[in-house]
């Protein structure tokens, strides 16, 4: 069985609730939030499904920050990577869910198959560096704007993922 890693950094405590939920979805995934993982612990992973919000303007979530200069100096050759990200795309419907895309141009050419694009259908945002070829690169979810939506598309995009 190919062992499962969510790993996310929340703030105020949005992206831990989705998380949190997205592991009851995936059984025995195993939880652990950023500020905990050490290379050996994200390495120990088959797969790893990653959760960051977006904060400012584009930036990546605090506790992301210093995980992302652990994450680079791992081996993510052959591990099947999927990511979710929170934003506002009303409040800054230029650079919704940035955060998830420079997460994924972090880790993109490590030799890793990411699963998990999302269409961006259904969203009302004017840029996001989180799309790539006409979708998201994971899941982009607004908890502040369309928090009724966030158990249905986390429902949905869990049935995309092949592990």
Same mark, same amino acid.
């Given at each position: ?55 400012? #303007? *584009?930036?990546?979530? =605090? ?6 200069? +652990? ?7 052959? &591990? %099947? ?55 998201? #690169? *994971?899941?982009?979810? =607004? ?6 939506? +966030? ?7 869990? &049935? %995309?993922?092949?592990?």
């Amino acid at each position: 069985m190919k062992k499962i890693g969510i790993f996310y950094g929340s703030s105020v405590g949005n992206t831990r609730f989705v998380a949190e939920k997205l592991a009851d979805l995936i059984p025995n995934s195993i939880l652990t939030p950023v500020e905990k993982a050490s290379q050996e612990i994200i390495e120990s992973f088959d797969i790893l499904i990653l959760g960051t919000s977006t904060w400012g #303007v *584009g930036n990546l979530q =605090d506790d992301f920050e210093s995980f992302v200069d +652990t994450l680079v100096t791992c081996n993510l050759n052959g &591990k %099947t990577i999927a990511l979710f990200g929170l934003g506002d795309q009303f409040t800054y419907p230029d650079t919704y869910c940035n955060g998830m895309g420079k997460l994924f141009e972090l880790i993109k050419d490590k030799g890793s198959n990411f699963i998990g694009s999302w269409p961006i259908d259904e969203y009302d945002f004017s840029e996001s560096i989180a799309v790539v070829d006409g979708e998201f #690169v *994971g899941l982009a979810l =607004d908890e502040d704007n369309e928090p009724d939506l +966030t158990d249905y598309r986390l429902t949905e995009w869990v &049935k %995309t993922l092949k592990f």
